[in-house]
């Protein structure tokens, strides 16, 4: 089996590709910064004696992650899993940010991950089962007052997931994204959360469990889905003081 | 001096050093890429933090930013023709422990439980089963990176700013973030140790026997019985463990079991412990214990893992201690005091009527310097509840260690006084004035270092 991770050297990221490593997978993984990426790809070598390939590419920049994220892509080849698990946010992100930085987050957050999707979806094996896993948050659940444009990113690359559900109809490729709760990531530390925060390496467990699912959404941990019912049936008058 | 820190994410926690000897709230970051290293505060104090283990607060202070190593615990390259391993500083010796072996090399020179940090390792400047045979951590450390925010990041070793090598081996932290480290490995001669046991009937033979077989034995301590009185005071027993000849057992298993300790902790301890602890029920455990290590005289075939990290299999004795803590007194004597020292000690804590739940002697070798905890002579360690009693006992020890000579282990005790250090290490002043000149502000700090005024 061969598997990608855009984001594979911190976080949730990490934890799948250590997962994938233990059972066996050639991986190519990404990461932000050479050093991150040299220190995750021998780790994982010289553990689990699999075949890892690095590459050092920012997603916030998408030109330039999609032109080496391509070449990289002809290079490793036909690949059963893709697992998309990069992102950004910003305790700016109220509605004013400013314009680069926005498209910046738009691009972590939603561009750069269904470009990955488009540069590999020729690349996906014909003959052996194979999956598209994206990442989205609760916080996509509605419209609100911080995140703005993270949430946003997030609700459009799950309207991309559920077209990519529909295409891929009758086919090997499954599409699977995932609306995660709060983890226990550098993103989250220090912060008083409503509720707790889950393990990352638990979260990789419970995501390559489920590597056969059936394409859709799916809530994480699971209890997020109660929640995003209330969230949702909450009249907007009250949602807005729950926001203020 | 407030923690300036706006780049990175940092919470308040409850720490505590391992002997509950010292608790405060501190702030702690984790970072989790390499990048956030230089973002760690210029001008805040700071500390590293490994496995937090330590039992002198040795990675926090109040005033201190600590920064946790967890996420830095990969294994950055390995040769498997020399041994030679470069890891992260956060990485946890059991963890270490697994790859190393099962590519047929070992570190002969590793603390007693695998939960520890390769950092912390070297910032304490360890000593493993046989100091006399081995020497400290510092025999296997080839080189390391460090980070100092005024400095950037070091390599540091023999050849390459030799004098920051020295201080960072056995410098506490005090010298800046210790990234990663190249270490040195063994081959592992087998995987299977065999463990003899020889009882001595008191300390003086008990004593005269570590150091007899010190020099034939791969592993070697000893254990005593603080509970008796009279005579058979100190009695015990010396375990000493070779690695299984190849051929001795044809059937010796081929794969050594992969080691998962669980978490070694401070907080799950048994309340009031003081209201069991007591001299009748020590010694009936010291009776017990004794009577369970009688298969141990013939020999006793363990796989490696338990012979490097024995605590795994002991952690209900730091439960027993209980919540309200407990002291770790080892210290470093010439071999002719030693055993005038230990009757003392005995004939002291039975005045004041305090039970010694452990007593445990090495044998060490080598030069000492600057402030790591080495050189010649017996290192022997006593364990006794906190109490009000205690602190009696610990003004004797105290003040009797500078009068026989002796040294303390300073990361193992979270309350010894400044002067005790100054009196035991001639060499203190040095290391303070080499530490000044390479740090100026002296950003690195923890509750150990102010204590001790390093």
New interface residues.
């Given amino acids: 089996m061969k598997s990608v991770v855009i984001g594979g050297t911190a976080g949730v990221g990490r934890e799948i590709a250590t997962a994938l490593a233990v059972k066996g997978h050639s991986l190519l993984i990404t990461g932000k910064d050479m050093e991150d990426v040299d220190a995750c790809t021998m780790d994982l070598r010289l553990r689990y004696g699999v075949q890892v390939q690095g590459l050092a590419i920012d997603a916030s920049n998408s030109t330039i992650f999609i032109r080496e994220l391509g070449a990289a892509a002809a290079n490793f080849g036909e690949i059963n899993y893709l697992f998309l698990t990069i992102g950004a946010s910003s305790e700016e992100d109220t509605g004013d940010l400013q314009i680069e930085n926005a498209i910046a987050m738009l691009s972590s957050n939603f561009l750069a991950t269904i470009m990955a999707i488009q540069i590999f979806r020729i690349y996906f094996s014909k003959s052996e089962p194979t999956g598209v896993i994206g990442f989205s948050s609760v916080a996509a659940i509605r419209g609100r007052k911080k995140n703005v444009i993270y949430a946003a990113s997030k609700r459009a690359l799950e309207s991309y997931f559920e077209s990519l559900e529909l295409i891929s109809q009758g086919t090997n490729l499954s599409a699977q994204i995932y609306r995660l709760g709060f983890i226990d990531t550098y993103q989250a530390y220090g912060q008083r959360l409503p509720f707790p925060k889950v393990n990352p390496k638990k979260v990789a467990k419970m995501i390559i469990g489920r590597l056969d699912a059936a394409s859709g959404i799916s809530y994480y941990p699971r209890y997020w889905q109660l929640i995003a019912i209330v969230v949702k049936i909450v009249p907007l008058q009250i949602f807005k003081k729950m926001n203020s | 001096m407030k923690i300036n820190a706006p780049e990175i ?3 308040q926690e409850n720490l505590s050093s391992f002997d509950n000897g010292v608790k405060s709230t501190c702030a702690i ?8 290293w230089a973002s760690t505060p210029r001008d805040s104090y700071q500390i590293s933090r490994g496995a937090g283990l330590s039992l002198s607060a040795a990675s926090f202070e109040t005033e201190s930013l600590s920064v946790s190593h967890n ?1 830095f615990n ?5 040769d498997s023709a020399t041994g030679e391993v470069e890891v ?1 500083a956060g990485i946890r010796l059991f963890s270490l422990h697994n ?1 190393l072996v099962a590519n047929g090399y070992f570190l002969p020179i590793q603390p007693g439980h695998g939960q520890i940090s390769i950092g912390g390792c070297v910032a304490a400047d360890i000593h493993g089963k046989n100091q006399l045979k081995d020497g400290n951590f510092l025999e296997q450390v080839i080189s390391l990176k460090l980070f100092h925010p005024s400095h950037g990041i070091l390599n540091l070793s023999r050849a390459s700013n030799a004098d920051l090598f020295f201080l960072t081996c056995g410098g506490y932290g005090l010298t800046g973030h210790i990234l990663s480290v190249r270490l040195q490995t063994q081959v592992l001669p087998s995987q299977i140790v065999v463990t003899r046991a020889q009882r001595f009937p008191d300390i003086d033979s008990g004593l005269q026997l570590l150091n007899n077989e010190a020099t034939k034995a791969d592993f070697i301590h000893s254990w005593h019985d603080f509970s008796q009185t009279g005579k058979k005071y100190g009695s015990g027993m010396v375990f000493m463990s070779n690695f299984e000849a190849i051929d001795e057992h044809a059937g010796s298993p081929s794969k050594t079991r992969s080691v998962v300790p669980k978490s070694l902790g401070n907080r799950h301890r048994m309340p009031a412990a003081n209201l069991v602890v007591n001299r009748f029920s020590i010694s009936a455990l010291n009776s017990a214990y004794k009577r369970i290590n009688s298969t141990n005289m013939k020999g006793k075939r363990s796989d490696i893992a338990d012979a490097l990290f024995p605590i795994h299999h002991l952690q209900g004795y730091y439960y027993f201690l209980g919540s309200h803590g407990f002291h770790e007194y080892q210290i470093l004597l010439s071999k002719d005091v030693a055993a005038d020292y230990l009757k003392q000690l005995g004939a002291v804590a039975a005045e004041l009527k305090i039970p010694i739940t452990l007593a445990s002697g090495k044998i060490f070798g080598g030069q000492q310097n600057l402030i790591r905890f080495s050189g010649e002579g017996v290192c022997f360690a006593v364990n006794f509840l906190r109490s009000t009693q205690a602190n009696v006992l610990l003004e004797w020890l105290d003040s009797n260690l500078v009068l026989f000579g002796g040294k303390p282990n300073l990361i193992k005790d979270s309350r010894l006084p400044r002067q005790i250090a100054e009196a035991c290490y001639p060499e203190i002043g040095e290391f303070r004035m080499k530490l000044r000149n390479f740090d100026s502000k002296r950003l690195f700090r923890s509750q150990m270092s102010e204590r001790l005024g390093l």
């Fill in positions: 994410s940092i919470k970051a984790q970072p989790d890429r390499y990048r956030h996420k990969r294994i950055l390259d390995f992260e790859f």
